[in-house]
């Protein structure tokens, strides 16, 4: 399967304590996005990288969570001292570089299965 | 990223053609405005994106309106595995994801 992976699929933890998510991205895509989703909501996005390079972060990353991408290829999302409002599924996606003339573009995010995570 | 507002819910009976509004009327010029669809317990699922222009692929059409202020995708013959939340969204390099259209595609 070359599609986006994430492990665990699923992590039941109890408050106060860390949790650490993988993401591996489809081989050669540059970005690498992580979202949030809570029940009846739509994805929420958190951050990104292109490459190594975290270029965005939204205002709901808390200094609780704290991302990597170390190599430019898997990435790490990792939230300290959980909280329950933490419980959520956490997504991962990843997109290619396409090219529109001379303009460079990431239009199409492929995303996988999902991390959701309970705390107790 | 621009503000996106679309019906809660739809029906459509398989076989038929699913068109799923949006409005986009805050998006900029440079926006693209993108579908993305969501099937239960499943990430969601990239559909079709446009910038001015009508377009079309293996799963769908997208119709933009020519002041770019609403978007229409079109399912041209919807089945029971269409059914799921259509997430329509305005931007760049980052997607702002709304609650969606649930659509339910019956017998």
């Known amino acids: 399967d070359t599609g986006v992976s994430q492990n665990p699929r699923h992590k039941i933890t109890k408050r106060g304590q860390n949790v650490t998510f993988r993401c591996d991205p489809i081989?050669?895509?540059?970005?690498l996005y992580w979202y949030r989703q809570t029940l009846g909501q739509g994805p929420e996005f958190l951050t990104y990288f292109q490459n190594e390079a975290q270029l965005e972060k939204s205002r709901l990353l808390s200094d609780r969570f704290s991302a990597e991408r170390p190599k430019g290829s898997f990435s790490t999302l990792e939230i300290q001292r959980t909280e329950q409002g933490d419980s959520a599924m956490y997504l991962c996606a990843s997109s290619p570089k396409t090219y529109t003339g001379a303009l460079k573009f990431y239009n199409e995010q492929f995303f996988g299965p999902g991390t959701r995570l309970t705390v107790l | 990223d621009a503000k996106t507002t679309q019906p809660p819910s739809m029906d459509c009976a398989e076989g038929r053609a699913a068109n799923l509004p949006c409005n986009h009327s805050t998006i900029s010029g440079n926006e693209y405005v993108y579908w993305y669809r969501q099937i239960h317990s499943q990430g969601p699922q990239y559909i079709i994106h446009g910038l001015k222009n009508n377009e079309t692929n293996e799963m769908a059409s997208l119709i933009i309106t020519e002041d770019r202020k609403s978007s229409t995708l079109i399912l041209p013959h919807a089945t029971l595995r269409d059914t799921a939340v259509y997430y329509c969204m305005g931007g760049y390099s980052t997607l702002t994801f709304g609650k969606g259209t649930m659509l339910l595609v019956s017998p």
């Open positions: 081989s050669e895509h540059n970005r």
